[in-house]
Structure formats: C-alpha cells, structure tokens
C-alpha cells in the first residue's frame, strides 16, 4: 500500500465549542489506484487530505506513506505531492518555469534535475509557450496545471488533489482528467476530491463516500454501480409495435414505455421478450446502470 490511514479523528475548537470534523476516517490506496473521496461540502474531505499531507495532527489514528509516518518522519514528506483547495502551493508572481525550479531545489533536488524534469513537464501538460509568463496572468485551468506540475516534481508516490477540476471549462477538465490517468499509469497512486460525481465515476478505481466526518461506504466503483443498478434491461426497436405484438406482450409484464421503448425486470425476460419480437430490427438493448449521482445522494440521505 502506497497509502494507509487509520481511524483519523479531528475534531475543530470553534468559539468554545468542539466541532468533530473527521471520525474514524481509514483509507488504503495503492500504487496506481485512483480513489475519489466525495461527500457534502464540510464533510471533512479537505481536512482529512491535510491530515494526510502532513499540515494537521489528527487527534487520533495515523498515516502511513509508503509505511512511512508523516506526523513522525518528515522523510515520508517527500514520498508526497499535494494541490490543496485554491492552489495555493504556487507563486503567483513567478512564473511556471520559476515556481518547478523553485520548489524542485527546495524538495532538495539538484539545479540540473530540476530543469530536466521541468522541460519534460513543461512539454507533456502542454504548458512550455507559458513557461515564462507569470502564474498570476494564466488562466484557471492553466494554474491548475501549474499547481499539479510543481506538486510532481520530486516524483511523488503519493499525489493529493483536493477538487482538481473546480471551476475548469470542458477542455481544460479533460485535459487534467487524461493528466491523472497518465500520473496513475506510472504507478503513483491519486487521492483526489471533486464535488462531480461524473468525474469520480470515470476516473477512480476506487470511492469512498464521506458524510459528517465519516466514511459512510468505500469500494470499488465497478463493484459499486453494480450492486446498485438491479437487474433490469431496457429495449429499443427500431420500428413501433404492432397491436397484436403490444397485447403478447403486455400479458407476459412488460413494461412499454413508449411504441418504441420496452423495459424488462431481469435476463430471463429478456430473452422471453425477444421471442416474441422476432424479427422486428431491433435499436439496441442496455442493462440499466446506476449512476453515481443516484447512489451518492442515497447513500448521504439514508444516514
Ligand atoms: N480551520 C477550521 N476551524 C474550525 N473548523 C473548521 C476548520 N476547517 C474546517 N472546519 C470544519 O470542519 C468540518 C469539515 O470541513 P472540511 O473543510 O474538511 O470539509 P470538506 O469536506 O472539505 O468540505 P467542502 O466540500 O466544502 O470542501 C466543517 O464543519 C468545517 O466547518
Ligand atoms: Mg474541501
């Protein structure tokens, strides 16, 4: 495991009073998994991710990087790379090519290494004709980038995006999307938050939903929409129904959406169904799936 942690537990002092904030909060993630970390604003989703990078002391639990202890060796620290809410690990009056250089030698990394690997960063985010423009005249998604590039510069094990694609157009989303695949391919392994679930769905291995400081449900997300989606298949003809055909069936349960739609609850009627619509040309025919819109709010809303 690239990532564990156990039984975090955080709780906030706000004006005298005490606000639980993480509970219980256990996590494994290994090398090159993505897991997505959802759940309602305050959830404890950005706390959690501070715990982890090693910027806040939980109360109680621990962290382990590559079986390392952030909160005891500091040398877990460089096994990391972190973009927090409003990127805030760059220098707005720097440009990229000075914010790499500047947070590569930092991390401890020769001049020579840094530039080598800033030039190849440079290049595969897309960003080398901005490479001395200053971070604070790029656009959003160009700083975002920017943020992922400086948090990968020492080659971290462990890469935290907490809502990478917040406030991001269409093109600028997929980019970073297909830059986190590509991160994960090499076998770093990706905690990230994101409030669209769309994107939670396509990208993670792995969800774990957080409600009110708690993992409320962790899993793998193909195990997940599949536990959620039933047993039903929708049809689709090509041409309308005849009456005769309609009567058939109507008297076998089917459900008839529409002269062109039919839904059935589960395989063995589909199969009954498709008799009898033989051999009208047929559009397609799909198992209904969840999605994870749908189970997220049911999930949040049963707790
Ligand atoms: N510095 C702080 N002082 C006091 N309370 C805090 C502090 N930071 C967070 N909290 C509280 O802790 C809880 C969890 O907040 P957190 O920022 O971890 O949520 P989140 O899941 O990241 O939410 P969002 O989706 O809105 O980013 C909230 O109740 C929040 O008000
Ligand atoms: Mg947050």
Redesign the pocket.
């Given at each position: 495991m690239i990532l564990e942690s156990h039984k975090l537990k955080k709780s906030?002092?706000?004006k005298g009073r005490l606000?639980s904030?993480?509970h219980d909060v256990s996590l494994r993630i290994a090398a090159g998994e993505v897991a997505a970390f959802l759940?309602?604003?305050?959830?404890?989703?950005?706390?959690?991710?501070?715990i982890i990078a090693g910027l806040l002391r939980p109360d109680e639990g621990w962290v382990r990087i590559c079986d390392r202890n952030p909160h005891k060796n500091q040398s877990a620290l460089k096994l990391l790379g972190a973009v927090l809410?409003g990127n805030r690990n760059l220098y707005w009056r720097l440009t990229p090519a000075e914010n790499l250089e500047y947070f590569g030698v930092l991390r401890g990394l020769s001049p020579r290494i840094v530039q080598q690997r800033s030039h190849v960063l440079l290049e595969r985010f897309n960003l080398a004709h901005k490479a001395q423009t200053i971070v604070g005249a790029l656009s959003r998604g160009m700083q975002q980038k920017v943020a992922i590039m400086v948090a990968l510069i020492h080659q971290p094990r462990l890469l935290l995006l907490?809502?990478p694609t917040l406030g991001l157009d269409v093109e600028a989303t997929e980019e970073v999307k297909q830059l986190v695949r590509e991160i994960a391919s090499q076998g770093c392994a990706i905690l990230l938050?994101t409030?669209q679930l769309a994107i939670a769905e396509e990208l993670a291995d792995r969800i774990a939903i957080?409600n009110q400081?708690k993992v409320i449900m962790e899993q793998a997300t193909h195990d997940l929409i599949r536990q959620f989606s039933g047993s039903a298949y929708q049809i689709e003809l090509e041409v309308s129904l005849d009456p005769a055909r309609r009567l058939k069936l109507e008297n076998l349960g089917t459900d008839i959406e529409t002269e062109t739609k039919l839904r059935v609850s589960n395989l063995a009627a589909l199969y009954q169904v498709l008799a009898l619509l033989k051999p009208l040309p047929v559009l397609r025919i799909q198992k209904e799936e969840a999605n994870l819109t749908d189970i997220f709010l049911k999930l949040v809303r049963e707790q």
């Open positions: 906030y002092r706000d606000i904030a993480v759940g309602p604003n305050g959830a404890g989703k950005t706390t959690t991710i501070k809410e907490d809502e938050t409030h957080i400081g």
